[in-house]
């Protein structure tokens, strides 16, 4: 066997079977390795960034990494803005990334590069295997890495590595290290600040927003009346049933409004919510200077034990009552006539079905989705993390894969979505099934508002030819034909709700060319 086998071997023995590709030069022995794996399923995209988003929608569904495979340091540069994303949403990845055999690096050939100082801002851990010997090694360290530290783990594999001999060994899984415990004194303070009658806040993000430790706090909530919010995040249970948690608003002035009341802000997750940007005049935090942070826990914890421990302190039973969100979906009444977000939203929220994920890159068109989504069947619902964007349709194409009896509806802006277009390609010869609904709006609309924000009430031509997507206009359902995607173009609501409930009644990709008015 050779080194690349032993990379393979480690990964399955780890539960690591899916591997996102765009392989080179360098790699073609462990893509010969991949082969006599039938075990390990190859996933190709045609762009890095394909590849690295669709490792972070996986892992987000599956509760496990996915392995990538980036051709040298230009390869990995492709595929970091949604690496990005991924270290933001802390999602567990394992790239593998090529790189020259050891001994031609020093000839410096047209594709070398220092490809550790390219890992190092977007991964966790960033580690190189020192040659065949090493990586078992290697390999298990970046994956021990990548679920002890919620993030990205970056192995260089040089080729001589890859192809030179290694040992035969018995492997087992690797020992994951526990999670840290909670400081007690932050948990006494957490404790006495719940029963204080003070103003408080609950700040989550993580793995804190799945259902069932969604359920604890919602319970903590209703005893303690500690008001809920959640900061940007990899994955949350939204819908009827579950407990109501506040998404802390994107603009600054609604989020400084959102949390203005608050004495003391307990973080369970993120360190304390701040801006996107800063703006002329306003702040970069979003609670009030005088509030109390008191930071209990980060995403290393088991931020689910660590809500269930503060509800044994506060003596709040596993069973106690809290307020389920109520159904209403099929309530919603839906418009007639022309396309505009509130209209989209409403329609996809409607006839949304059970156990969805929606995966969000709407961004200015998201309409009244949040406010609607409470009520809704119960799903799961993936984001934009980072801000990178270019993040939507191969998040969505990872989702499906890493949760595959489950109906994915990605909704997708029209700008952002001609990042990482190739990721159609990927959902059409996988099969997937996904729903991608493009908000053609023929503009960046969210610079538009940003140019607002930053104080530029009126711009002229140079500005708004970098701000509009209208000369000449894309064509959506020319481009998902050409990717090998079955489409269509709705113009009204009407046209829309033909379109939206024949795609979620059929299996496999479909896209919606959404024109909105």
């Not at 690349?4 to 539960?15: Q, Y």
């Not at 260089?156 to 999670?179: N, Q, V, Y």
């Not at 940007?232 to 959102?258: M, N, Q, T």
């Not at 809290?322 to 979906?329: D, E, P, W, Y």
């Given at each position: 066997?050779?080194?690349?086998?032993?990379?393979?071997?480690?990964?399955?023995?780890?539960?690591?079977?899916?591997?996102?590709?765009?392989?080179?030069?360098?790699?073609?022995?462990?893509?010969?390795?991949?082969?006599?794996?039938?075990?390990?399923?190859?996933?190709?995209?045609?762009?890095?960034?394909?590849?690295?988003?669709?490792?972070?929608?996986?892992?987000?569904?599956?509760?496990?990494?996915?392995?990538?495979?980036?051709?040298?340091?230009?390869?990995?540069?492709?595929?970091?803005?949604?690496?990005?994303?991924?270290?933001?949403?802390?999602?567990?990845?394992?790239?593998?990334?090529?790189?020259?055999?050891?001994?031609?690096?020093?000839?410096?050939a047209p594709l070398t590069s220092d490809v550790?100082?390219?890992?190092?801002?977007?991964?966790?851990?960033?580690?190189?295997?020192?040659?065949?010997?090493?990586?078992?090694?290697?390999?298990?360290?970046?994956?021990?890495?990548?679920?002890?530290?919620?993030?990205?783990?970056?192995?260089?594999?040089?080729?001589?590595?890859?192809?030179?001999?290694?040992?035969?060994?018995?492997?087992?899984?690797?020992?994951?290290?526990?999670?840290?415990?909670?400081?007690?004194?932050?948990?006494?303070?957490?404790?006495?600040?719940?029963?204080?009658?003070?103003?408080?806040?609950?700040?989550?993000?993580?793995?804190?927003?799945?259902?069932?430790?969604?359920?604890?706090?919602?319970?903590?909530?209703?005893?303690?009346?500690?008001?809920?919010?959640?900061?940007?995040?990899?994955?949350?249970?939204?819908?009827?049933?579950?407990?109501?948690?506040?998404?802390?608003?994107?603009?600054?002035?609604?989020?400084?409004?959102?949390?203005?009341?608050?004495?003391?802000?307990?973080?369970?997750?993120?360190?304390?919510?701040?801006?996107?940007?800063?703006?002329?005049?306003?702040?970069?935090?979003?609670?009030?200077?005088?509030?109390?942070?008191?930071?209990?826990a980060r995403h290393e914890h088991d931020l689910?034990?660590?809500?269930?421990?503060?509800?044994?302190?506060?003596?709040?039973?596993?069973?106690?009552?809290?307020?389920?969100?109520?159904?209403?979906?099929?309530?919603?009444?839906?418009?007639?006539?022309?396309?505009?977000?509130?209209?989209?939203?409403?329609?996809?929220?409607?006839?949304?079905?059970?156990?969805?994920?929606?995966v969000d890159e709407a961004l200015t068109s998201?309409?009244?989705?949040?406010?609607?989504?409470?009520?809704?069947?119960?799903?799961?619902?993936?984001?934009?993390?980072?801000?990178?964007?270019?993040?939507?349709?191969?998040?969505?194409?990872?989702?499906?894969?890493?949760?595959?009896?489950?109906?994915?509806?990605?909704?997708?802006?029209?700008?952002?979505?001609?990042?990482?277009?190739?990721?159609?390609?990927?959902?059409?010869?996988?099969?997937?099934?996904?729903?991608?609904?493009?908000?053609?709006?023929?503009?960046?609309?969210?610079?538009?508002?940003?140019?607002?924000?930053?104080?530029?009430?009126?711009?002229?031509?140079?500005?708004?030819?970098?701000?509009?997507?209208?000369?000449?206009?894309?064509?959506?359902?020319?481009?998902?034909?050409?990717?090998?995607?079955?489409?269509?173009?709705?113009?009204?609501?009407?046209?829309?709700?033909?379109?939206?409930?024949?795609?979620?009644?059929?299996?496999?990709?479909?896209?919606?060319?959404?024109?909105?008015?």
């Open positions: 066997m050779n080194g690349a086998d032993m990379l393979c071997d480690v990964l399955l023995v780890n539960g690591v079977d899916v591997c996102f590709a765009n392989p080179g030069t360098s790699e073609m022995h462990f893509v010969a390795a991949l082969d006599r794996k039938p075990a390990m399923r190859c996933i190709l995209g045609l762009s890095e960034g394909v590849v690295t988003g669709a490792a972070d929608g996986y892992a987000r569904m599956a509760e496990k990494p996915a392995a990538t495979l980036l051709h040298l340091g230009p390869g990995l540069a492709n595929g970091l803005a949604n690496l990005h994303n991924a270290r933001r949403a802390r999602t567990p990845i394992l790239n593998v990334v090529g790189d020259h055999a050891s001994y031609h690096l020093e000839y410096d550790e100082s390219l890992a190092r801002p977007m991964s966790h851990w960033v580690g190189r295997a020192a040659g065949a010997h090493d990586i078992r090694r290697c390999t298990e360290e970046g994956y021990a890495a990548a679920l002890a530290n919620r993030g990205v783990s970056t192995m260089i594999l040089p080729a001589d590595a890859a192809w030179g001999d290694a040992k035969p060994e018995e492997l087992s899984p690797t020992a994951i290290a526990a999670p840290a415990g909670i400081d007690p004194e932050n948990l006494k303070a957490a404790v006495l600040a719940l029963r204080s009658g003070k103003r408080v806040a609950i700040i989550l993000a993580g793995r804190a927003l799945r259902q069932k430790p969604l359920e604890t706090v919602s319970r903590i909530s209703h005893a303690t009346g500690a008001a809920v919010f959640s900061t940007s995040s990899d994955r949350s249970a939204h819908g009827a049933g579950r407990g109501l948690v506040r998404a802390i608003p994107y603009k600054i002035e609604l989020a400084v409004e959102a949390l203005k009341e608050f004495e003391i802000a307990i973080c369970i997750g993120p360190a304390r919510p701040v801006s996107f940007f800063a703006y002329p005049g306003k702040p970069s935090t979003t609670l009030p200077p005088a509030c109390e942070i008191i930071q209990l689910a034990d660590v809500l269930s421990v503060l509800a044994d302190e506060l003596g709040i039973s596993r069973d106690a009552h809290f307020t389920r969100n109520a159904f209403t979906q099929n309530g919603i009444q839906i418009p007639s006539g022309a396309l505009t977000p509130d209209a989209l939203s409403l329609v996809i929220a409607r006839h949304l079905p059970e156990n969805a994920i929606i998201i309409g009244q989705y949040h406010v609607l989504a409470p009520g809704l069947h119960p799903h799961d619902y993936l984001r934009l993390t980072g801000g990178a964007i270019g993040i939507g349709i191969p998040l969505a194409a990872g989702a499906a894969i890493g949760a595959p009896d489950r109906k994915v509806v990605a909704m997708q802006a029209d700008g952002s979505g001609m990042y990482t277009v190739q990721g159609l390609w990927t959902q059409a010869r996988e099969q997937l099934d996904v729903v991608t609904i493009v908000f053609a709006n023929s503009a960046y609309r969210i610079l538009q508002g940003e140019m607002v924000g930053v104080g530029v009430n009126s711009y002229g031509h140079n500005a708004q030819r970098m701000l509009d997507l209208d000369a000449p206009k894309l064509d959506w359902c020319s481009l998902a034909k050409g990717l090998g995607v079955e489409s269509g173009r709705a113009t009204t609501v009407e046209e829309f709700v033909k379109l939206y409930t024949a795609a979620l009644g059929r299996k496999g990709p479909f896209l919606i060319e959404a024109m909105i008015a």
